[in-house]
């Protein structure tokens, strides 16, 4: 049924295809998987422009990243955010050298690595027959299939019978390129498509899938304490699971009392499933819990996007 679609869609990739992605010219497993890892949140443009190279640069093997503190490992992932990807690539370092695992069943047994990203590594880095389905996939699936609403499990099952057993890597390639560049949420050029013949959701491709509900994002209140004393400023390592890893000033609820010298500002920033407003505080007190560093210490350490606007903000005072 999809022979002749999967042979036009291997002719547009030839043409129309992103071929000088280094992760697409590289037959290392370990570049490979670092690049769906990042890729899991983050556009392509941001990866490959700010991260990939930095990052492979600091950390050149696997066992290069086994062998590093996560510390390092979290300041170079700083600013490409949901850092819990950073302390599983860690985990997953040191729990695959020297080499990763080459099945799907093992990789997904591995920290951070789930049915997707699994089958990603397995296809590209070990050329292993197998669908993937990031969400550009998930987008031609629902479009193709006239599918409004689907669990993940079904989506599979499209994504295994619209498969192209024959050409398995290019097939990949090409349905993420698809869906980047012709098949996109907000604009389509259906006449152009590969799959115009055989895509049962053409003629109202935006009905699929079944837009979801956005909500309000909610906003933290919160007050920012920042504890100084003969120079330096103290700071804590985070432990709870969000932002993890990450060093940071004290945070307190909007309507906690405090005893401070002098208010310095407020800060806003944006998280992926809230915003964080939060008023900015000097407390003149040496405090114990705390480590102390300088601002000049203070740069090399990981610090979340709010941290970094409170060391703008102590750095204009």
């Known amino acids: 049924m999809f022979s002749k679609a999967h042979q036009r869609l291997l002719a547009w990739y030839q043409t129309h295809g992103r071929h000088d992605l280094p992760w697409r010219n590289t037959d290392d497993p370990y570049k490979i998987w670092v690049s769906e890892i990042m890729l899991q949140q983050t556009q392509v443009k941001t990866v ?4 990939y190279f930095p990052f492979l640069e600091a950390f050149p093997t696997l066992q290069d990243l086994a062998d590093a503190d996560l510390d390092e490992v979290l300041k170079k992932w700083e600013g490409l955010g949901y850092y819990t990807r ?3 690539l860690h985990k997953t370092a040191l729990l695959s050298t020297p080499s990763l695992p080459q099945s799907v069943h093992e990789l997904k047994a591995l920290p951070g690595i789930g049915e997707s990203t699994a089958h990603a590594v397995a296809a590209f880095a070990f050329h292993t027959p197998v669908p993937i389905m990031d969400a550009n996939i998930k987008r031609i699936l629902y479009r193709v299939f006239a599918i409004k609403k689907a669990t993940d499990k079904v989506l599979w099952e499209y994504a295994r019978k619209l498969f192209d057993e024959e050409h398995p890597y290019d097939f990949n390639q090409a349905m993420m390129d698809l869906g980047s560049i012709l098949c996109q949420s907000r604009r389509t050029a259906c006449k152009q498509c590969p799959f115009s013949s055989v895509c ?9 899938p079944q837009k979801k509900v956005k909500r309000a994002i909610p906003v933290r209140q919160k007050k920012i304490i920042v504890h100084h004393h003969r120079g330096r400023y103290g700071m804590r390592q985070r432990s709870s699971r969000f932002l993890h890893g990450l060093w940071s000033f004290t945070e307190i609820g909007s309507d906690e009392e405090m005893d401070v010298s002098r208010r310095l500002g407020d800060i806003s920033q944006q998280y992926s499933h809230f915003r964080l407003d939060a008023e900015v505080y000097l407390h003149e007190a040496s405090i114990d819990e705390h ?3 300088t601002l000049e210490e203070i740069s090399a350490l990981a610090l979340s996007g709010a941290d970094h606007k409170v060391v703008t903000l102590l ?3």
């Open 291 to 293: 480590e102390w560093f």
């Open 48 to 51: 490959l422009e700010r991260f």
């Open 200 to 208: 049962l959701g053409k003629e109202d491709p935006f009905a699929y």
């Open 86 to 88: 950073a302390r599983n």
């Open 315 to 317: 750095k204009q005072r």
